[in-house]
């Protein structure tokens, strides 16, 4: 359930955070930031995993 909300937050925040938070972004930076901390997230959650 933890990772459906997470997912959903990702999405919400990749898809629509420019516009909700106002943030100016025309190279894509924050965007890239916000992808390589889900997955380095989900890399983390693997390893503790196992």
Known sequence: M???IAAMM???????GQD???WSD????VQL???TSFVLGI???F???Q
Do not use: E
């Open 10 to 16: 990702f999405v919400a925040l990749f898809g629509w």
């Open 47 to 49: 390893k503790t995993k």
């Open 2 to 4: 933890v990772v459906g």
């Open 26 to 29: 025309p190279s894509g930076r």
């Open 33 to 35: 930031a916000l992808f």
């Open 43 to 45: 890399i983390c959650g």
């Open 20 to 22: 909700y938070f106002h």
